[in-house]
């Protein structure tokens, strides 16, 4: 059942569901991220539409630096701006930023410890017709293995606008993955946003289901935890509605930050089903995957599988071909929640 | 014009930092001993002349501010630092050591008076570059501070650098003065011979900078050189200051292979030797 405290959007499963890209959300962000503080600074590099810094650009254009198609100096630049006081979000495609600029971004952002904010759009193969050399899939591992970066995957238009608003107040640097093309609207204005917090979206686990004694605690007979990021939040979603009516509990969790992961809700909602299925367009090496197993492996191991990239490079194509070509669409965690069921 | 007694007073200093660099060094037992020693006397005319800044106050808003990119002289940077009252000289013995605030590459939360973190070469003017154009956001064309960065040549390799340098001739930040160390080595050899810079004035003047080429061992060049500089409204500046690695210890002069190593200990006395006698003009101590 949709989790009604998270009052996201009612018609999330009907077919003309709202879509609108995520970038847009930043761009909206931005724009009053920079009405609320004078300190914000924006640069880009020659994408300034594309990223959606245009908005900002066009109603502070002495606080927008054009940088040129310079990705390295953008990130430096930035933390220059941000040792004298200024809130500097940069944007980029992902691809460039952070991964052509991942040294400086180490190196001159969060080893300085300086409150950069780092935007990466068109991350992940829906980038589409512009092939692999576009899409960044490597994006969330680059970033969170870098001590001090915070990491954040909004999961639709009106959350990556919160987001950076959000990001605006915190002195952290900051990545915020972004994707170019339309998905769904998943959450509403009146849905609460906290960096760092995770929030159940879905849950069809009812107190009498949990029946079952397992290393003292109560699981439920046939149940999984599907944690997403990102737009594919949606398609758990689908899948989650879907496996409702064939007594199969779920729980959807919204894993937007990364890090810091939210470790009390995640294990609070694997605890309840004992088996996870991990989803998001990334590779599943070093993605957030890898993050919440990393924590789970340590603190209550259970079976998981991971919904990602299998570590290959993306091609041109339409976006919805490319997400069931990797493995990413709804037959593909309908098939992992299938698997996970099974294992021991 | 300094006056003669100003240029005595600036000498002393610069060679009390080179004895300390060397007796740094060789305690450290690791590092790099030619660009520090060949550094010193703009290293000296910056913290004991041409900056604005307070030992005993390091975060004053209002002070210039100095990054150093070539982050692998910090020596220089650390024992003028100490010498001109930022903290204790005897501390200087700590560098390279496990706790210590005077990282082998400068880390400013182990040091905090430092402006930035360096050492991974050539990003050090941009963030400079970042740092003059927030003044230029807030205050037009009258800025207050001038923001200074050290450049080695070596590190000119790196097209980050030449990223920043388009990006502020566009920008035209006067508030930006770079210096850059024209010492003629890194790593391998000869700057020349490794990746070739000359000409390396034309380089930067076609970038729309304001240009110098300075003697980086005469204090009344290097602070006039400054004075200039910061005279210059509307373009970025450059210094070239031409040096000569090793400075003040003849066997280590112009040697690529003094480029990153420290002296042994039998070195190390002799070069002590030499800067306490002044190259024997005077008596040691």
Redesign the interface.
Known sequence: MINKDQKINKRIFDKDCEQVPIRTGFGQGLLLAGEENEKVVGLCTDLTESTQMHLFRNKFPKRFIQMGIAEQNLASVASGLAAMGKIPFMTSYAMFSPGRNWEQIRTTICYNNVPVKIAGSHAGVSVGPDGGTHQAIEDIALTRVIPRMVVISPCDAIEARKATLEASRTKEPTYIRLAREKTPVITSEETPFEIGKAQVFFDSISRSDLDKEYQGLTLMKSGVTIIATGALVHKALVVAEEFRHKDVGVIVINLSTIKPLDEKTILENVKKTGRVVTVEEHQIAGGMGSAVSEFLAKTFPVPIEFVGVKDEFGQSGKPEELIKYYGMDEVAIKSAVQRVLVRD | MLSDDQIKSLELHANNIRESIIEMLMEAGSGHTAGPLGMADVFTALYFHSLKHDPHNPFWEDRD?F?LSNGHICPVLYATMAHRGYFPVHELLTLRKFGSHLQGHP???WFPAL??????L???L??????????K?DKGESWERFIYCSLGDGELDE??NW??I??AG??KVGNLIAIVDRNNIQIDGFTEDVMPLEPLNKKWESFNWHVQEIDGHNFEEIIGAIDRAKAVQNQPSVIIARTIPGKGVPMFERKPEWHGKPPSKEEGEKALEILRTLGGRIKGE
């Open positions: 501010r990054v880390h400013r939360e402006e930035t973190s360096s050492g991974p050539g990003s050090g941009s963030q400079a570059l970042g740092m003059a154009l927030a003044d956001i097209g980050q990223e920043a388009m990006l566009k920008e």
